[in-house]
């Protein structure tokens, strides 16, 4: 069986999952991104406010630490 690689079957995680993670503000999370130094958060609805990591991005940017 091979998996599929679409945006509605994609691991998302809210900023609160992602600053759990990594032990951190989310004050900090948002400065990382503006500087780029993270990652950039997708809007899973292009009409709506939410925005959300992708579970793939984040777990790459860890394994370079």
Same mark, same amino acid.
């Given at each position: 069986? !091979?998996? $599929?690689s679409?945006? /509605?079957?994609? %691991? #998302?995680?809210? &900023?609160?999952? @992602?600053?759990? @993670?990594? !032990?951190? /503000? $989310?004050?900090?999370?948002? %400065?990382?991104v503006?500087?780029?130094?993270f990652?950039?958060?997708? !809007?899973?609805?292009?009409?709506? %406010?939410? @925005?959300?990591?992708? &579970?793939?991005? @984040?777990?790459?940017? #860890?394994? !370079? #630490?």
């Amino acid at each position: 069986m !091979k998996k $599929q690689s679409n945006t /509605s079957t994609e %691991r #998302l995680l809210t &900023y609160e999952e @992602v600053c759990t @993670v990594l !032990k951190t /503000s $989310q004050a900090t999370l948002r %400065r990382y991104v503006k500087q780029g130094r993270f990652p950039a958060p997708v !809007k899973p609805n292009p009409h709506g %406010r939410a @925005v959300r990591f992708r &579970y793939q991005d @984040v777990k790459a940017w #860890l394994d !370079k #630490l």
